[in-house]
């Protein structure tokens, strides 16, 4: 306590309530680099379950809201690349965002997320547009705020390109290698190296650098007794795995075809966690820590969900565009193996060297924990860089409901 109380003091102690500061007339001043907006509106508020909203579902709103937006401030809303949602209540509100953007009249490349960090989310989804502007992620973004304490309308299921949202992951898979004519041997061979790569690199070590042990309580499904364990390794890699032992497992999803996705090329469902520390260098080299790696930026794309798989085909591009970087640049890719058919696609269409993507395996063997990936491709790609003596990584991945992700960073070892 006596710690905030400290702090608490030294900023107030700043602040002067009648001498302006210096930094009033630069905060006045005009500057190419500045964030600035260009419109700003809203609903009316009104009472819960019993005032003239009541009756109106969070997607109608979210929609109502945007399509307002897009029409009075008259912007081309194909330049528009984000819209982040600040929300706290609703279930499902990736998919509410997303396909209420599409819904709203917004092209398929516009993507969407969601920020929620409870009474502060509106101002997080603006914080969140803004650094992406900042920090030359995207150009043009729109952050929003909503919430509703009842359900779902039909508006998303019907538009043409929301209601594909409704689609399960396994389907759209499907839809890729139908769709791009790729062949189930193409995707179980893909597989099957995924799982090559990680056997060699669990049994060299290359991973030891980037894994934590970690202190688990297990409980023995058979007996059911708890004991304490010291977890060092993932434990989804198959040693052994071959093109020919994957083409024998049958296909997951038979009510789809072309029916050629199985668990053997499809990734893994996954338990995990992963951690990135990020300050400014100035600060990193004030506190004594060491650099291990810089974050170069990032970006988004949106695409058709039906085939959302080859969001890399797109986000990549991009992103090495925005940095000014061919692919031979790049060092490693960790592309995230939502399926092998994604996979397959982007790999060869990209026309990149498959010693680079994914050297230590990806989602197929290793496994994908949702909310873990994004965070994890990072710190296996440094690690993977330092082995080499390398330098640049582009980390990738498809994003449900149709959008694709890309980042550049730079290992500093």
């Not at 989310?121 to 650094?131: D, K, P, T, V, W």
Request: glycine residues 10%; neutral net charge; contains cysteine.
């Amino acid at each position: 306590m006596a710690g905030v109380k400290e702090r608490l003091s030294s900023v107030l102690g700043h602040l002067n309530p009648t001498t302006p500061s210096n930094s009033r007339a630069a905060l006045l001043q005009k500057n190419p680099d500045d964030i600035v907006i260009t419109f700003a509106a809203r609903t009316p508020l009104t009472k819960a379950k019993k005032g003239g909203l009541k009756d109106t579902r969070i997607d109608e709103l979210v929609i109502s809201l945007l399509t307002e937006v897009r029409q009075r401030s008259k912007i081309d809303p194909s330049v528009v690349e984000d819209v982040c949602l600040g929300n706290v209540l609703a279930d499902g509100s990736a998919y509410i965002a997303r396909s209420s953007v599409l819904a709203a009249g917004f092209p398929v490349t516009t993507a969407a997320s969601v920020a929620n960090r409870f009474c502060s989310s509106g101002l997080l989804a603006i914080q969140q547009i803004a650094n992406q502007i900042a920090t030359g992620c995207i150009d043009v973004g729109i952050a929003i705020g909503a919430e509703s304490m009842i359900g779902l309308s039909t508006k998303i299921t019907e538009h043409e390109f929301a209601g594909q949202n409704l689609q399960p992951m396994g389907q759209t898979s499907e839809n890729v290698a139908g769709d791009f004519s790729i062949t189930r041997e193409k995707m179980d061979k893909f597989a099957a190296e995924s799982y090559q790569k990680a056997e060699i690199s669990q049994k060299a070590g290359w991973s030891s650098d980037e894994i934590l042990p970690t202190t688990v309580l297990w409980k023995d499904p058979k007996t059911g007794e708890v004991t304490t364990k010291i977890l060092t390794q993932d434990d989804g890699p198959r040693h052994g795995t071959t093109a020919e032992s994957l083409s024998k497992i049958r296909a997951a999803f038979p009510q789809w075809p072309p029916s050629q996705t199985t668990g053997g090329n499809a990734s893994q469902l996954t338990d995990g966690a992963a951690a990135i520390l990020l300050m400014k260098r100035s600060k990193a080299e004030e506190l004594g820590q060491p650099i291990i790696g810089k974050y170069a930026g990032s970006t988004v794309v949106g695409l058709e969900p039906r085939i959302m798989g080859i969001g890399p085909y797109y986000a990549i591009p991009k992103i090495l565009e925005k940095k000014g970087l061919a692919i031979a640049d790049v060092d490693v890719f960790e592309i995230n193996e939502a399926f092998a058919s994604m996979g397959v696609f982007c790999v060869e269409r990209l026309g990149l060297d498959r010693d680079k993507v994914n050297p230590r395996g990806g989602a197929i063997a290793l496994g994908h924990p949702l909310g873990c990936t994004g965070a994890r491709q990072v710190v296996t790609a440094l690690s993977e860089l330092r082995r080499r003596d390398q330098r640049i990584a582009v980390t990738s991945m498809c994003v449900g409901t149709g959008m694709g992700m890309a980042g550049v960073f730079v290992s500093e070892h």
